[in-house]
């Protein structure tokens, strides 16, 4: 059962274009939601992360939505580049151990 | 991220052999990490350390054996492997004195693992 369900699984657009990859959950208990950034052959990075009690991040032209009534969250890549081509994870934190709990994934391709 | 760095980054091997997966990171955190990476699950948590006496099982353990030689070094083991550990191993670390409550995980290059 996954904790944090993610969608799409995979996503093409534009350059220039702005895509969006969603994400849900439906523990409470989770208190922080981090977006990691994967490239081909790389191991994941952390891209933005975002508190339950703001609704809206943005670094540089990535911007976190998090709406905390629909236990629901977003990524939103602003003109994206072809070097945005990754995989990006969504993730939740929760406990003491503050473990990670990702969610199944995106791959998205912007083409030129 | 350099200062984690895994070996091999490439394995191939037969069902039933015994393997290990070697982490060591340069980064001088407490906390380690692995994962597996599987098409359309995600990154799934096997083990994790937060120092080199404590060891916790995580989401999917079973098969999978781990030890912690030194602050820097955190092996994992496949006693018999099956073709169903067919993956992607990540390890990770992180830091739980940083500020910030999110965590970041610091993750190593990979090794893809092919178990026939």
């Known amino acids: 059962q996954q904790q944090v369900k993610q969608s799409p699984q995979s996503l093409i657009v534009q350059k220039g274009g702005i895509p969006i990859i969603n994400c849900a959950y439906e523990n409470t208990a989770f208190d922080y939601f981090p977006w990691y950034q994967q490239f081909p052959g790389k191991g994941p990075a952390l891209l933005i992360a975002i508190r339950p009690d703001v609704s809206e991040k943005k670094e540089g032209r990535f911007t976190i939505s998090f709406n905390k009534s629909a236990k629901q969250f977003s990524l939103h890549i602003m003109d994206s580049q072809p070097g945005d081509s990754a995989t990006y994870f969504c993730a939740a934190i929760s406990g003491s151990a503050r473990q990670l709990t990702f969610g199944s994934g995106t791959q998205l391709t912007v083409l030129p | 991220d350099a200062d984690v760095t895994q070996t091999p980054r490439n394995r191939i091997t037969k069902t039933g052999k015994r393997i290990m997966l070697e982490c060591s990171q340069t980064?001088?955190?407490?906390?380690m990490y692995w994962y597996r990476q599987d098409p359309g699950l995600g990154l799934r948590l096997i083990y994790y350390s937060f120092d080199v006496k404590d060891i916790n099982k995580g989401e999917i353990s079973d098969g999978y054996s781990v030890s912690r030689q030194a602050q820097a070094k955190f092996s994992l083991s496949l006693e018999s492997a099956i073709p169903n550990q067919t993956a992607l191993y990540f390890c990770?670390?992180?830091?739980?004195?940083?500020?910030?409550?999110?965590?970041?995980?610091?993750f190593g290059p990979g090794t893809r693992l092919t178990v026939l």
């Open positions: 990770a670390t992180s830091d739980p004195t940083g500020s910030d409550s999110y965590n970041e995980q610091f």
């Open positions: 980064k001088g955190h407490d906390r």
